[in-house]
């Protein structure tokens, strides 16, 4: 070998070890002593622990594969309601002309038609009392009931609440089916819920979903607003049904749902069962649901009005109106006050003061604070029992 090919030879392998070192240094610079100049990151994670069987081996953790258990637990109890209203058409001023009731026929005055309604209840009680919401039932002439095991017969209306929409029916048949009531109080967003009813007509049907909210308001369906809303399928018929957990307890009455045309698009709203139970006891007991009522129209709350009285939030709302001779007049409360706190419990809307006020019965008295012309003020307001609903629109 000569001297040339000797030195190009050695020139090739030193700068291949060059290269090589240079690729150590920049892939692992720790062997080089260098972790203080390139802090290393360090990512922290949250993982589950494994669940363990009795035997203490490691299992995973599925949810039921099957609802059929809560079903046949609370379906026998969801009944079918069928109504029947009497309509009478009116006679047309131009049939009594002799000359114009050639286009209208003989005998074509006043005629009655009959009008169908369906929709779904639930059996409460042995004694035959059944749930189901006012609108399914209102002016109805004949309400008929139908059960899961095949047997029909005719309901009377106990009483009806149109402030929660809420009926209450009885019927007299033997052996019974009565769900369970749950405690709606308890369920929480990611709940599963079945839906029982009759939609369309079809006959009864099962829908299940989750709870997708709770404690829903404002919605213009009725004047006490505390819906559990739902993704479970709520269709025309289902009116009155049962909305059950996953063990088949009664957490809700399906009332109403959000939809452009008539079918269900995933937004559904049930009243919950705990006040669909006070709702039932107060007009099995007394024939009608008693209430507090201070006798104030009120409204929320807007960031502008906070800022106008100087308050840190939106918390409270502003009175519009007083009833002549009504509880708030008499304590003193005008136009344009602020109620901020009822018995020292912070008032967060219109919503919230009204459930405040109705859940003291008749005669007892409550103290609201809040503001008068900018100064804070408090009132002793001494309740009496809320008109009807038709009197209040008077």
Same mark, same amino acid.
């Given at each position: 070998?000569? +001297? ?10 030193? $700068? ?58 609370? $379906?026998? $109890? ?35 038609? +009959? ?23 209102? %002016? ?29 029916? #009885? =019927? ?9 009531? %749950? &405690?709606?109080?308890? =369920? ?25 909210? +709770?404690?829903?308001?404002?919605? %213009? ?8 809303? +739902?993704?479970?399928? =709520? ?14 307890? /009664? ?14 698009? %995933? ?17 099995? #007991? ?72 109705? #859940? ?10 809040? /503001? ?5 003020? #408090? ?6 029992? &809320? ?8």
């Amino acid at each position: 070998m000569n +001297t040339r090919r000797f030195f190009r030879f050695l020139l090739f392998y030193f $700068a291949l070890g060059i290269a090589a070192a240079a690729a150590v240094m920049w892939l692992f610079p720790s062997m080089l002593g260098q972790d203080d100049q390139l802090p290393q990151r360090v990512v922290e994670v949250r993982e589950a622990p494994p669940t363990l069987s009795g035997e203490g081996r490691v299992v995973r953790e599925y949810g039921p594969v099957s609802y059929a258990d809560a079903v046949d637990a609370a $379906a026998p $109890a969801v009944v079918n309601v069928f109504t029947e209203k009497r309509v009478t058409r009116q006679r047309h001023p131009f049939e009594d002309d002799p000359f114009f009731r050639r286009f209208f026929g003989e005998g074509s005055g006043e005629r009655e038609r +009959t009008e169908n309604n369906l929709g779904s209840g639930v059996i409460i009680s042995s004694d035959g009392f059944v749930l189901t919401n006012n609108h399914v039932i209102d %002016g109805a002439d004949s309400i008929h009931v139908a059960l899961n095991d095949g047997r029909t017969t005719r309901a009377r209306v106990v009483g009806t609440d149109p402030d929660t929409d809420l009926a209450v029916l #009885e =019927i007299s048949l033997d052996n019974l089916p009565v769900i369970t009531l %749950g &405690r709606s109080e308890e =369920i929480r967003v990611g709940d599963v819920v079945l839906a029982i009813g009759n939609p369309f007509g079809v006959g009864q049907t099962v829908t299940q979903g989750i709870v997708s909210a +709770t404690g829903r308001s404002q919605l %213009g369906l009725s004047t006490f607003e505390n819906f559990i809303q +739902t993704d479970a399928a =709520i269709n025309p018929g289902n009116s009155g049904g049962a909305l059950i957990n996953a063990h088949g307890d /009664l957490v809700g009455i399906n009332t109403a749902i959000f939809s452009g045309s008539g079918g269900s698009h %995933g937004i559904g709203f049930a009243i919950p069962g705990r006040l669909a139970r006070g709702v039932m006891e107060s007009i099995i #007991e007394h024939g009608r649901v008693i209430r507090g009522w201070a006798g104030v129209e009120v409204q929320n709350m807007t960031t502008q009005l906070a800022e106008s009285f100087g308050l840190d939030s939106q918390h409270g709302v502003v009175v519009a109106g007083v009833m002549r001779d009504g509880p708030a007049a008499s304590a003193g409360l005008a136009p344009g006050d602020i109620i901020l706190a009822i018995n020292g419990d912070q008032v967060a809307n219109v919503q919230d003061l009204l459930h405040k006020v109705t #859940e003291h019965p008749p005669g007892e008295t409550i103290r609201m604070k809040g /503001l008068s012309e900018g100064e804070r003020r #408090e009132w002793d307001v001494t309740v009496q029992e &809320r008109p009807a609903a038709r009197e209040l629109r008077r």
